[in-house]
């Protein structure tokens, strides 16, 4: 097949040694931990822009699901700024996403919490940036460049990295060990296997450009729903067809009335507390005559691409980002646009 976007697929390419590399970030990312615990934060927000929020969003999951006294809370940087800065005090822990450090809502947030002697964090891929003159830690994840607009490597190596922190914050406070790192390798196993085949990937979303198919919805549950919101960005700003991302079992609660339009259901089911309850849509879906593509590491039939299985179910969500990548990157080829340059998007928006 020909390589329309040769930055786009590199940065993609790379993932696999990002895992690597934000693997050797523990000790520092845990030194973070240790800080905000010693503070006596209990009170998280996280934030960021664009596919940096579907990063916070996912980074959030562990605080938010397992039995600890927290408040969480994740907004896009703009409605911060817009609705809740007063809510911003030296009570709370700010962890920002943000490949540039640049993004002007981002920095905004970031000077608020300054001013209100908020905890803050930023975790980035730009060693310099001035976020670096706004927060407390600033959590640089060494793994390159991100050579396209789109972000790939970087929202991978950022929320891997997040999680690493979000995780040991839940472990202090809960007192229970999360070895997250000792599932490093069969994360990175499982993202070069999803590499080396994605021809596959290419093939079928080729064979939905044939097929006509321009509306993808993308249903998740979990820690599965910022990955649906990231897959259907993906798609989205690469490809600038319709998608949209729904938490799973809300798709019977009115855009079932969807089905029988030529569209793709993209049906992410991790293994967890919704498995059976996802699986059972899927069925139902398939029941209807729908186009479903599911990403499981379960019962896996011939409308399955598999995804990693680890201790933790975020990390396995996590895994599913790569194929939804890879799917973009080649339905894009397919219509013969360049991933690298899409239409209208900027690689840091500087004003709002
Ligand atoms: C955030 C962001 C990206 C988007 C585009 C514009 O950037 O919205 O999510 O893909 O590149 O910027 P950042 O704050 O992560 O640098």
Request: glycine share 8%; aromatic share 10%; with cysteine.
């Amino acid at each position: 097949m020909r390589i329309y976007s040769e930055k786009t697929l590199k940065d993609i390419l790379e993932i696999p040694i990002s895992v690597e590399n934000v693997g050797k970030t523990f000790n520092v990312v845990k030194s973070v931990a240790e800080i905000m615990i010693g503070k006596g934060c209990r009170q998280f927000y996280f934030t960021g822009c664009g596919s940096s929020y579907y990063s916070a969003m996912l980074i959030s999951f562990p605080l938010l699901v397992e039995d600890i006294d927290v408040g969480v809370y994740v907004l896009p940087s703009s409605e911060i700024i817009m609705y809740y800065s007063n809510r911003l005090s030296k009570d709370c822990c700010l962890i920002a996403v943000s490949r540039s450090g640049e993004t002007a809502e981002t920095l905004d947030v970031l000077k608020i919490g300054r001013e209100k002697g908020v905890f803050s964090v930023v975790i980035t891929i730009n060693e310099k940036s001035r976020a670096r003159n706004y927060v407390d830690s600033y959590l640089y994840i060494d793994v390159g460049i991100e050579r396209g607009v789109v972000m790939t490597k970087s929202f991978f190596s950022m929320t891997l990295a997040g999680l690493m922190l979000t995780r040991s914050i839940v472990g202090m406070i809960s007192g229970k060990i999360y070895d997250i790192t000792s599932q490093l390798p069969i994360l990175k196993e499982y993202v070069e296997n999803v590499i080396n085949g994605r021809e596959k990937i290419f093939s079928l979303a080729r064979s939905y450009v044939e097929k006509g198919v321009k509306r993808f919805v993308f249903l998740g549950s979990g820690p599965a729903y910022p990955i649906a919101l990231e897959g259907s960005l993906k798609l989205k700003e690469s490809t600038y067809i319709a998608t949209e991302a729904l938490h799973a079992l809300e798709f019977r609660h009115g855009p079932i009335a969807t089905v029988g339009e030529n569209q793709v259901i993209v049906v992410l089911n991790q293994d967890g507390e919704s498995y059976s309850y996802v699986y059972k849509l899927y069925k139902e879906l398939l029941s209807m005559g729908s186009y479903v593509l599911r990403l499981s590491s379960r019962d896996v039939d011939e409308n399955t691409i598999t995804i990693a299985r680890t201790d933790f179910e975020e990390l396995n969500v996590l895994s599913a980002i790569v194929p939804l990548q890879l799917f973009a990157y080649g339905y894009a080829s397919a219509l013969g646009l360049d991933i690298d340059n899409p239409r209208n998007l900027v690689e840091v928006v500087r004003q709002y």
